[in-house]
């Protein structure tokens, strides 16, 4: 049987407090902080004052394993909210973000159990979470939570479905531009919810069930088509989501729910099928390999003139990007162990993209190939078409020498002889990784601040970079 009423609680800080990292990943302003006295550590600690000291001028050469995509692992923790049976997920990345869900999922009355260390382990490779939500203690996602994390937000669907009601707060998340919800909204409203605003909070209920439905959305959106697609899972009839968003962690996320007893058909294409089930099961499920990370490093690799191979990476998630490597003169080759990056010594040559959904070129890669395309020989246009605020990178890399000229949703890069170290700023999670890329090619140190936007998504980034022989090391405050 659905669970259609919920206990209200109210948030309980100090339940909150039990799950949460020794450290606290509180987004505060650098200013006004004193340079500390720093110390070297072996391991990252993820805290709020660290920073990224990176020695420029190194090749990389040998191999990294890619780790569990943080954009899927986030949505199928959120189906957990859809079945009270337990779901497994292996490969999960140990990032802040995953921790901060954590914390809401467990908000919401859902026990969990990390796998510990097995002897002989890979540490490369991601966590194993058991996640079981029994019953639903608390509808509401406090804004105290959601406002860190937009993908947060994503809770809605899975709530609402199983519930019959959500209380979620407006999301937060990396500040590229507004992000609007009006499409989540709308495909909810579609199934047949009613949906106020109250004090910063989306409050949704179906005190009948949801029922399916024929959902067009007007835009291409990654987050609405993972809110509908888990809602429809268990609305009564057929749902069909039309222009859907086809990014390969939604396929992965649909390939779980069909696992956990969903029935969607349509996967990977821009229209899914649902047949609404009366209830979900459980699932083991392994989250597939992070296509961001595994562009971030082929990069990485090509601004050094290096020869990486980023082991486990899925050429076919990839092609747009692979594409843009390859006309920038980067060697790619795939193999069934992964995807190898070289450039020994080759000119890099200036290239035009613009960013598009999937299987378009990425706007999560934008900042780190327009990095690497600070060092081409010659002018590369960037057209960012997701997201209308996602050039803060730009001012940090002219920090660094670069030479880009901004034009609307385009810049302009023209092409350097070589990059100079500074003091960066991270402003948000994938243009901070372009700071780490272009440090790795320029002249002496880069030191890179508000590094807790890296750790959002970049597991044990340091230990991969300096595995192949990168000089980078974390300084954090003692
Ligand atoms: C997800 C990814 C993020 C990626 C983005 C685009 C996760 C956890 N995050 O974010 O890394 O950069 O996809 O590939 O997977 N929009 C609306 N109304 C809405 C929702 C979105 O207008 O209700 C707009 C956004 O402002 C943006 C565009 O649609 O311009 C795409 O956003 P969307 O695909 O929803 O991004 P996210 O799901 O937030």
């Avoid at 292996?90 to 869900?101: F, G, S, T, W």
């Avoid at 990977?268 to 490093?297: F, N």
């Avoid at 082991?311 to 594409?323: C, F, N, T, V, Y």
Wanted: with cysteine.
């Amino acid at each position: 049987m659905k669970q259609r009423r919920a206990l209200r609680k109210p948030i309980n800080d100090d339940s909150v407090e039990r799950v949460a990292p020794k450290r606290p990943y509180v987004l505060v302003t650098d200013a006004g902080h004193e340079n500390p006295p720093f110390k070297r550590l072996d391991q990252p600690t993820g805290f709020l004052m660290d920073r990224i000291s990176i020695r420029g001028g190194k090749i990389l050469n040998g191999s990294i394993q890619i780790s569990g995509a943080k954009n899927a692992a986030l949505p199928l923790m959120i189906a957990s909210l859809l079945t009270a049976k337990t779901l497994i997920l292996r490969n999960v990345p140990r990032l802040a973000d995953v921790n901060l869900l954590l914390r809401i999922l467990r908000n919401h009355g859902v026990d969990m159990m990390v796998e510990g260390k097995r002897a002989k382990q890979d540490e490369s490779v991601g966590e194993t979470i058991h996640l079981s939500a029994r019953s639903i203690v608390d509808t509401t996602a406090p804004y105290e939570l959601v406002s860190r994390m937009r993908a947060s937000f994503w809770v809605l669907g899975p709530l609402l479905a199983r519930c019959s009601e959500a209380k979620v707060s407006l999301p937060g998340g990396c500040a590229i531009g507004t992000r609007p919800v009006d499409l989540h909204l709308m495909a909810l409203e579609q199934l047949g919810a009613n949906i106020e605003i109250e004090g910063g909070y989306v409050v949704a209920r179906a005190p009948k069930g949801l029922r399916g439905n024929r959902i067009v959305f007007p835009k291409v959106s990654v987050g609405a088509t993972h809110n509908a697609l888990m809602a429809s899972t268990l609305a009564r009839g057929e749902t069909i989501i039309e222009n859907a968003a086809r990014e390969p962690e939604i396929s992965d996320v649909a390939e779980c729910l069909n696992k956990m007893g969903a029935r969607v058909s349509g996967i990977g294409s821009s229209t899914l099928q649902i047949q609404g089930v009366e209830e979900l099961g459980g699932a083991d499920h392994m989250v597939l390999a992070d296509r961001i990370e595994t562009g971030t490093y082929a990069m990485a690799a090509a601004i050094t003139g290096g020869d990486v191979l980023l082991k486990g990476a899925r050429a076919d998630h990839l092609d747009a990007m692979l594409l843009a490597l390859r006309q920038a003169g980067v060697k790619v080759e795939a193999d069934g162990s992964g995807l190898r990056i070289s450039r020994n010594g080759n000119r890099l040559y200036p290239i035009n993209i613009e960013t598009l959904p999937y299987p378009g070129f990425p706007t999560d890669l934008q900042a780190q190939l327009m990095a690497l395309m600070t060092m081409a020989d010659g002018v590369s246009t960037i057209r960012e078409t997701i997201f209308e605020n996602r050039f803060m990178h730009v001012q940090e890399l002219a920090r660094l020498g670069a030479d880009i000229a901004l034009a609307g949703d385009t810049a302009h890069v023209r092409g350097v002889d070589k990059l100079m170290g500074a003091q960066v700023m991270a402003t948000d999670l994938r243009a901070s990784v372009s700071l780490v890329i272009a440090g790795l090619a320029a002249e002496g140190e880069t030191v890179l601040h508000r590094v807790y936007h890296l750790d959002r998504g970049f597991e044990t980034l340091e230990a991969k970079l300096q595995a192949c022989g990168a000089s980078v090391e974390r300084l954090t405050a003692g």
